[in-house]
């Protein structure tokens, strides 16, 4: 069973940047479909981007032009790049894999890192 780790969470202004890693334990990340999901307080978790084993992605349309989606395989990481932060941006986001592209559920979880954009 594979172990996500997150990080690179942590408080940055409106406009600013941050990128969070999402480490795969069991060095098999090739063998995943990833996202990254976040929940922010009072609300529900919501898919923010994923990107298949094949390397197609897909973004929420709240962060496309923003934020970007990246795996490297022989790190065994997965990245979210964000640009242009906004306070709206503020959650907790966390990692996600699963090995069946046509499920939506995912079957592996990090244990989130937060994300504070401050105004």
């Known amino acids: 069973q594979v172990q996500l780790v997150e990080s690179g969470g942590g408080l940055v202004q409106t406009g600013g940047s941050l990128r969070l890693s999402c480490a795969a334990s069991d060095g098999t990340l090739s063998r995943y479909h990833m996202a990254w999901f976040r929940q922010a307080p009072g609300k529900e978790r919501e898919l923010v981007a994923r990107?298949?084993?094949?390397?197609?992605?897909y973004y929420a349309d709240s962060v496309k032009g923003r934020l970007t989606i990246s795996g490297d395989n022989a790190k065994n990481t997965v990245y979210l790049q964000m640009n242009s932060l906004k306070p709206e941006d503020t959650a907790v986001y966390y990692c996600?894999?699963?090995?069946?592209?046509?499920?939506?559920?995912?079957?592996?979880w990090g244990q989130g890192t937060q994300v504070t954009v401050s105004s």
């Open positions: 990107i298949s084993r094949g390397g197609s992605t």
């Open positions: 996600a894999a699963k090995t069946n592209l046509s499920v939506r559920k995912y079957d592996y």
